[in-house]
């Protein structure tokens, strides 16, 4: 099948074939085309290999502001000479007359031996037909001429001299059709379009790259059996530290790492018996004067377990699989690895089947779904759960392993209080780790600066 | 998490037949994450609740029980003796009540182990200390000292040269030049007493728990150790000595007993403690079937001692484990002492079936329905600024809910609107083609003692020929085709939209939201060179 061209096209190649070395505007009359026209099928042929673009620069010479003056009205020394013809003059005379050109010209004349000179008058030595430059001087006139058209050793005495002649440099295209295109076939079909073409780009409507992962994140929870519950971001002490058996003077607590609301406290945080149950523990365990009044402090919830627990605490389920998931938040400074507030995810399991290789199971058929197969498990420390492990995995790019998921079961001095009786284990981290490594970002703020650049040409599968 | 820099050399000469890859191997399966690693030296990371674990002597005993070179529990022998005694005076209940201390003698101290004992003395006043509220540790030289000692209370004119200076400054003076003295003099609260450690001859130990006397510090010199600690309370206080007692006896010291008395202060015993755990807790919670001997051994490797008593496991536990609290615990060794590595992971058919939240569903689809319409979702914080949520909208902020000392000015407030981020992320976006047409779900939270929590629904659209017409019919198309409702507008006024342009989003007579062309001050606020249409609906209340 012959390849199909755009009329431009066409017409720039049959133009080419009867004149073949023309320059862009040579083309604009040889085809009728505008030049903006021009400019693109040169572009669009040069794209396919079927036409060269030689650029060249030459010199072009036309008169300045003197050149012109002495084109008009003879260069000064032809009229010095001219005043001399018919004898020799007052130096004063010839100064009133020449004006400010008298100096020059009377420099060159006294230079090359054409006047005599005494105290008072000037005379003609001897007077040359032709004055260098002259010659240059009438071929260029008006015109502007090229190097190729002008006697270089004439003209060089003129371009010695003050804005006598103007140098402009001048690029030019010619443009020649390649060895391929000279025996192309040009069809006549008038209806085909260029199918090899580029085209304009247009931006495709989608949801965030970060909630792609959320979503494909709770979908893998809900296909391994979990429900998904929601709750608060703003929760109290209690839930969130208290109750997970955090001592209220740990330094985990203090300002640096959580965000405290201000002047905000919550009237009820639990019930009476959980409020009781869970101050004794702390008494007994950590050896300090619980305070409620610390309990009841607003905080932005630093983890997503504070929803998880309370709902445990609620329902108390013999046998239960659940998640929560959502914003949590950091009193951190904001850098490329540190967000103050990003998504996290976390499941329980509670039932009398609940056992750490179970955890360790579900937790790998997790990275399997999101295509992670090297991983491994380390002992770790959380405060709420008794044994404790993370999961590292390795990352191919990095060549190293990274931690992602924690997970344990729940420490009885958290459970017991508030009345679960089942073992519960907890598994869950960070989603923006995950949604980093899927789109290959080392900076985590990019998932909220909303950059449209990144947001309109971010792979949606990776 | 607190770091320990260690080297391997000096790591294999504790710990004895290993290699170095066998070391660092083990290292994680101790619970020490392996933070960077140069030639021979090696940092580490710990978890606060070992702080046995902040020297080299700590990991070596961790790592002799992992790798089987010695196994069991580290038994501290503490010479009696009738040589040091410790009076405390009845000034102190009231400020700071317990004192309690041991010596160490026939020891050397090099730089580095200096160095690591520093470290330590940190990590236990940051962590069981409580930043040294609830206790803090001296550690002395002794031979610097004559006893008996008295732990009593002095006036804040009391002069002593303290550690690291030269001369003779005020109690007042430390608290008020020094920096120990400054970040812990609130401690001490207004009284005119602050405790402090005399020897026979009226000199200056300690000024707990800010600072040591300059007389008693520890150089490479030291061959004879005094440690003491005070506190809130006695075990807190002997929790935190049986860690520096343990590590000191492991770096070579014998241990010798301190007497204490007065004000119901008495000599620390350090003793271990036994824990009884059942094995079938221990095989249930880890998903094992393992026997008391396993079970033993493990607990062994995790050095810690134990015997079986029909299904029970009576375990040993010395003293400065007081991380450990009850039986689950006891899982845990017995996890680490088996090795993490040993736990094949198993995965049982779920016996539940999951589900996604209602209100995600919805949401999701709403997101389904606005790709269709051509919007791109953007997601912004809901921490943010006065300056994004009310200043550039002209809006007038009713009440604003602010967390405290935010490291970040950026995010300093709770959103209680959408809208403003939307056009903050134009106003950053002004070198992209247009038309440009963002959304966003969220909460957005409202004082309501203490805080509401709802979720909003807004977008924006902006382009050349952008108007009210447009937007309206984007949102009424959303709203039917993703929930099957009908809005109705009513004009209104604000001051963030353009007066005649701007509506009130009506759902069964109820307001729901806003909606119009954004006014050319917010525009210009934000630097948009376009015109921008935009709404915001709540979804939680009659939508969700």
Known sequence: MSQVFHDIEKKIIISLRANPKQTPEMLEKSTQLSPDQIRRGIEWLKLKDLALVTESQTSVFSLGKNGTESFQKGLPERRLLNLLQNGPRKISDLQKELGSVFGPSMGLARKNNWIEANSEQISINKSPLDLPGEKTLKLIGNKKLSKTEIDFNDLSGLLSRPDFIVEDIIKTKEI???????????????????????????????????????????????????????????????WNFDALFTPQDHPARELQDTFYLDKMSAKKIGTSEQIRKVSESHKKNWRYQWDINEARKMVLRTHTTSVTIK?????????????????????????????????????????????????????????????????????????????SLQTMVYNEKLGKWIELFGMGIFRPEVTRPLGITKPVLAWGGGIERIAMLKYDLNDVREFYNNNLGWLRSATKCQ | MPVVELSYTRLQKLVGKVTKKQISDSLPFLGLDIESENKDSVRI??????????????????????????????????KKSNQYLISVKPAVTKIRPFVTGIVAKNGTVDDKTIKQLMAMQEDLHFGIGRKRKKSSIGIHDLDKIQFPLVYTTTNRNHKFIPLNSEKEITVSEILSTTDVGKDYGSLLGQSSQVPIILDKNQNTVSFPPIINAAITTVTTKTRNLFVEVTGLNKDDAEDMLSVVATILQTAGFTLESVNISGMKNSSPKLESKKISVNSSLINQSLGLNLNSSKIISSLKKSRLDAISKGTNIICTIPSYRFDIFGPMDLVEEVALGYGIHNLEPTLSPSQTIGNTNPVSVKLKSLDQTMIGLGYLEALNSSLTSKRVLYEMTNRIPSTIISVLDSKSQEHTILRDSILPGLLENLSRNIHESYPQKMFETGTVFQYDDPISEKINFSGISAHKDANFTEIKSMLQSALKIGFGIKIETKTVIHPTFEDGHCATVILNGKTIGLIGKINSKTIENYKIRIPVVGFEVSLSDSIL
Request: glycine share 8%; aromatic share 10%.
């Open chain 1, 176 to 238: 020649t059709l390649s060895d391929s295109a000279k025996d192309i076939e040009l069809s006549d079909s008038t209806g085909d379009i260029d199918v090899e073409a580029k085209v304009p780009e247009v931006f495709v409507a989608r949801t965030h790259p970060l909630k792609d992962t959320i979503d494909e994140i709770r979908e893998i929870f809900v296909t391994l059996g979990f429900s998904e519950i929601l709750g608060n971001m703003t929760q109290s002490s209690f």
């Open chain 1, 311 to 387: 709902h445990l605490a609620e329902t108390k389920p013999d046998e239960a699989r659940i998640f929560s998931l959502g914003r949590v938040f950091r009193n951190e400074k904001v850098s490329y690895k540190h967000l103050v507030e990003f998504n996290q995810v976390e499941g329980v399991v509670v039932g009398k089947d609940a056992s750490l290789r179970n955890l360790m199971g579900i937790q790998r058929e997790f990275y399997k779904r999101i295509g992670i197969t090297k991983i491994k498990f380390w002992p770790t420390f959380f405060p709420y759960t008794e044994p």
């Open chain 2, 45 to 78: 990371e710990y978890s606060p609740n070992r702080p046995d674990y902040s020297t080299d002597f700590g990991i070596a005993l961790g790592l002799q029980g992992l790798l089987g070179v010695k196994t069991g529990i580290i038994k501290l022998n503490i």
